[in-house]
């Protein structure tokens, strides 16, 4: 598969994670679920590892060795990406899915940018229309939330949300880096990820958030399981895709966050959410922007 294949199926995954994370936080506690949803992707990566192990010809599950400065460098990307799953996973908890991925969806923006000024990349002409025109579907699932009462000067989740949207964009940029400048193995990289992102969490669960008399009992559902399986499968593909020659950082980014079309058509009418003909009309600006960027 070429680097758009993946890049759009890494976006159908992580679209049901979405949909998985919204159903998991419900009424549970935020970094407990983050704990065991990472928790239950380190268990999937181990089942690849031992499929592996049993079948030839599966490379792409193999570990392979690190240098310690590497292992560093890993560190450093699951304490970005945990900082920004703990203000995202808050935020969610909190507001309608149909509106807090189309905000989420804004992080292609900080990450062009960013590719833009630290890679020097330079999409061609039709690649720019189809951004432009993704990123003005994103405002318009803005506008459409005021209408549901949420003020985004005022509302800390909306503002959380984008503080872990800006974080999650600067993780994208050092993706880049981690595969294509140190050419990491995509597989080694998701492993140590999740594993030392476990950590972090585990760390963070005991330190601001371990079970008191007055909190609220876990309960566990399997929705906490998909959320870490799905994310898995979805940074799998985004990790081959990333890791591909000739694969542009700033088109990635913004493919993959067609995730919010599943989102949509799952979670909205999954949770029962309003406004929907409204928002399917900013969507059908999500597809043409698509549709410009896969045919450039």
Request: one cysteine or more; a positive charge.
């Amino acid at each position: 598969m070429n680097w758009l294949t993946l890049t759009l199926a890494s976006a159908a995954c992580l679209g049901l994670y979405d949909v998985a994370k919204k159903a998991a936080l419900r009424d549970n506690p935020v970094l407990l679920v983050l704990l065991l949803s990472t928790l239950s992707g380190l268990g999937l990566l181990l089942v690849e590892l031992a499929l592996a192990a049993r079948i030839p010809g599966l490379p792409r599950f193999e570990l392979e060795s690190l240098a310690w400065a590497d292992h560093g460098y890993v560190v450093v990307k699951s304490a970005i990406v945990s900082a920004s799953w703990v203000f995202t996973f808050l935020a969610i908890k909190h507001l309608p899915i149909s509106l807090a991925t189309p905000i989420r969806a804004s992080a292609p923006l900080f990450t062009v940018i960013g590719a833009l000024c630290v890679f020097g990349e330079r999409p061609v002409g039709r690649q720019w229309l189809g951004m432009a025109v993704v990123f003005g579907a994103y405002a318009a699932f803005s506008a459409i939330g005021k209408r549901e009462g949420i003020v985004f000067r005022k509302d800390r989740w909306v503002g959380f949300l984008f503080l872990g949207t800006l974080i999650g964009s600067a993780s994208g940029l050092y993706d880049k880096y981690l595969l294509q400048d140190l050419q990491l193995p995509p597989f080694t990289l998701q492993f140590w990820f999740t594993l030392y992102g476990a950590c972090l969490q585990a760390g963070l669960w005991w330190c601001f958030a371990r079970p008191r008399p007055a909190s609220p009992p876990l309960e566990l559902r399997g929705w906490i399981l998909l959320v870490g399986s799905l994310l898995v499968l979805a940074d799998q593909c985004y990790f081959e895709a990333v890791a591909r020659d000739g694969a542009l950082i700033s088109v990635v980014s913004v493919v993959r966050r067609s995730n919010v079309l599943v989102s949509f058509a799952v979670g909205a009418v999954l949770f029962r959410e309003r406004l929907l003909g409204q928002k399917a009309l900013a969507l059908a600006g999500v597809l043409v922007g698509l549709v410009l960027l896969l045919r450039a």
